[in-house]
């Protein structure tokens, strides 16, 4: 049976007493053939005495298992932690137990955490602890400054870096069901097990190829707390919509703030309370009474005369009664015209070749958004034009928009020329 009690302690699939071997070996210094102790928390004071044993690690990996398909925020419904020595599932959904011992090892500066595409992770715990989890590693960032391509997968780098597959089978379970199955366990231990060897070959890699500098920035961004802040006021920002008139603009950023708080209060994601296409419809068309709003379109039905339609009603009639210079301006943006769209391409090649030659991936160094502002002569607050992508590509592709050198192509590849009579290659 795949869901079982332990004898000793009455839970379900107890495996304090199992242990496993490693499901793989190999010559690059990755973890050989050694006995792993794998246990599932659910009481506090079993996560107390797991924490004790992970501070004198140097690092652990961590993943989670969340759902969020009826609320605003994240609900986590398992933690997965591995050490050298052992694979803990902490079940945050039990009565018995209490996260803070847990998060405070996040925070826990002697201890590094590892983890695979971390942005979701940490804003759940970010959410629960009010604090980042650092230091901290990301194994899709390490493995983009390496050149293993754009926002790579998890899967596909414990086959390139150590030649397994992942047991695909349980990635669409209900995390939430109790009491989870042991197939269910062992799949989300698998992930924090091969993530270790995952880790250590990427460090090294990073470490080797001189790049901690370019990862070391990377994940000053992901750790920056206010990557994880979502205010109401900028909501609006998400929402596509054809006007730039100012009384437009601010009409959609107060019903979408309106929409934004009352989804985080009541925890329930934002479409329950009005979908993108309502609040477009009504920035378009401001209703000025109840008729109006039933009206509309894709305004739900019977809810024009309910606490949602009424609040919508006065926040209409304050922003329209709003002052010219209260409301928002469209943002000045250099935008490139058509006789910018041979250097944009122009970009685009040399973007491919420089990261082609630096093994790093062309997402993590610039995208088309930054290359149009390029060349329609933005130079400054583009990320391509600072720190180690200025380095690698940003200078050059300047000296490419100006002029001063021009690509080329020959049996080796693209490369740069000077463009003045009397230099050489670039």
């Known amino acids: 049976m795949d869901n079982q009690t332990c004898q000793g302690c009455g839970r379900y699939w ?8 490693s499901l793989y070996a190999s010559d690059t210094g990755m973890s050989k053939d050694i006995d792993l102790v794998m246990n599932v928390v659910t009481r506090t004071s079993d ?8 501070r004198g690690v ?10 969020r398909d009826n609320t605003y925020w994240p609900q986590i419904c398992l933690i997965q932690v591995a050490s050298e020595d052992e694979a803990i599932a902490i079940d945050p959904l039990s009565r018995d137990l209490e996260l803070k011992p847990f998060l405070e090892i996040l925070t826990d500066e002697n201890v590094l955490k590892v983890f695979h595409a971390a942005r979701q992770d940490l804003e759940i715990f970010y959410q ?16 983009m400054v390496c050149g293993f391509g754009d926002a790579v997968g998890y899967d596909t780098l414990v086959q390139r870096l150590l030649g397994h597959t992942i047991d695909k089978s349980s990635r669409l379970s209900n995390w939430s069901r109790r009491p989870l199955t042991k197939r269910q366990i062992q799949y989300a231990l ?16 990073v470490r080797e190829s001189g790049r901690e500098q370019w990862l070391a920035e990377e994940l000053a961004v992901l750790i920056n707390p206010n990557t994880y802040v979502n205010l109401p006021e900028e909501a609006w920002r998400r929402l596509r919509s054809r006007s730039a008139k100012p009384r437009h603009m601010a009409m959609l950023r107060e019903i979408a703030a309106w929409r934004e708080r009352e989804a985080q209060s009541r925890n329930i994601p934002r479409n329950r309370i009005l979908r993108d296409q309502a609040l477009t419809e009504i920035a378009a068309h401001p209703p000025k009474n109840t008729a109006d709003l039933q009206r509309l379109r894709n305004f739900p039905r019977g809810a024009a005369t309910q606490a ?20 928002p301006r469209p943002q000045a ?16 090649v040399l973007l491919k070749a420089k ?3 630096h093994g790093v991936a062309q997402k993590l160094v610039a995208t088309v958004d930054d290359l149009e502002r390029i060349a329609a002569g933005g130079e400054r607050e583009i990320p391509p034009l600072t720190g180690w992508r200025h380095e690698i590509f940003g200078k050059d592709a300047l000296r490419l928009k100006r002029g001063e050198v021009a690509l080329t192509a020959d049996s080796n590849g693209v490369r740069l020329i000077s463009t003045d009579p009397d230099g050489s290659s670039a």
């Open 355 to 357: 990261c082609e030659e």
């Open 47 to 54: 996560l107390v005495s797991a924490c004790q044993r992970l």
């Open 308 to 327: 949602n339609g009424q609040a919508i009603l006065r926040i209409v009639s304050d922003v329209m009664s709003m002052p010219e210079e209260a409301l």
């Open 190 to 205: 698998d992930d924090v097990v091969h993530l270790r060897d995952v880790y250590t070959e990427l460090e090294r890699r």
């Open 58 to 67: 140097d690092y652990i990996t961590v993943d989670t298992e969340f759902i």
């Open 14 to 21: 107890c495996v304090r007493a199992q242990t496993r071997k």
């Open 333 to 348: 943006r250099s935008r490139p015209n058509k006789s910018k769209g041979p250097i944009v391409d122009l970009l685009k």
């Open 128 to 143: 629960l602890g009010e604090a980042m989890p650092a230091p901290l590693f990301d194994t899709q960032l390490a493995a």
